[in-house]
Structure formats: structure tokens, C-alpha cells
């Protein structure tokens, strides 16, 4: 088992910025590959970004490119999600993902693939 435990959420005043950590225990960490989900009431688990074993490869949700940033540290056992720009809209419950590096194939966005998630943290917008 993988445990994933994320921190880091709050309140924040829309435009300013915030930085979510999620921190793993339990297997190796460097195998797996790790993502952000959101989801707000009334709707569907959201797709926020992703990130490959060794860190150099990320992809983004739509909404969030040029404002948000993921990056992992292996030896910390830690993937961080930087949110800048934040909108009334980025409001949510921010969930961390983690899946065996095996499956490649599917993608990133789909949380159907993911083996492992935290209890998520909570990110309120201000306007």
C-alpha cells in the first residue's frame, strides 16, 4: 500500500498563490506516477496535472496551464503543486494520485488509472 497524505490548502484572496504538498510513504515512490485531481461540489473529479517518474515530463488541465506547476522530489517522497493566479473557480478539494509506472498507456487525466489517493486539502478562493 501506498499512503498519500496532502497539506498545504486554505484560504487565499483571488490572484495570489498557494502550494499543495503531497507526501508519500509506504512503497517505493520513485515508482510511481504521480497526479493532481480537484473536485468541487456537484461535480466531477477534475484532472489538474501530472508527472512522470523522473519529473521532467508534466501535462496540465486546461484551465490551469501557465498557472499552476507540479514537480516531485524522489528523495523526499513529496510532489508539490504550485497554484499562482488563483480564480474563484480553482476552488476545491485538491486530491493527490499516484499509479504504477506500468501503465503507460492510459492517460494521465484519467483518474480510473490511479492505484492510490489521499483525503485531499482544501483550497478556498476568495473574490
Known amino acids: 500500500q501506498l499512503q498519500l497524505v496532502e497539506s498545504g490548502g486554505g484560504l487565499v484572496q483571488a490572484g495570489g498563490s498557494l502550494t499543495l504538498t503531497c507526501s508519500a510513504s509506504?512503497?517505493?515512490?520513485?515508482?510511481?506516477?504521480m497526479g493532481w485531481f480537484r473536485q468541487a461540489p456537484g461535480k466531477e473529479r477534475e484532472f489538474v496535472a501530472g508527472?512522470?517518474?523522473?519529473?521532467?515530463?508534466?501535462r496540465y488541465g486546461d484551465s490551469v496551464k501557465g498557472r499552476f506547476t507540479i514537480s516531485r522530489d524522489n528523495a523526499r517522497n513529496t510532489v508539490l503543486l504550485r497554484l499562482s493566479s488563483l480564480k474563484p473557480e480553482d476552488a476545491a478539494l485538491y486530491y493527490c494520485?499516484?499509479?504504477?509506472?506500468?501503465?503507460?498507456?492510459?492517460?494521465?487525466?484519467?483518474?480510473?488509472?490511479?492505484?492510490?489517493w489521499g483525503q485531499g486539502t482544501q483550497v478556498t478562493v476568495s473574490s
Open positions: 494520485g499516484a499509479r504504477f509506472f506500468q501503465k503507460a498507456s492510459a492517460p494521465l487525466s484519467d483518474p480510473g488509472s490511479y492505484d492510490y
Open positions: 509506504g512503497r517505493t515512490f520513485s515508482n510511481f506516477v
Open positions: 508527472i512522470d517518474l523522473s519529473g521532467r515530463n508534466t
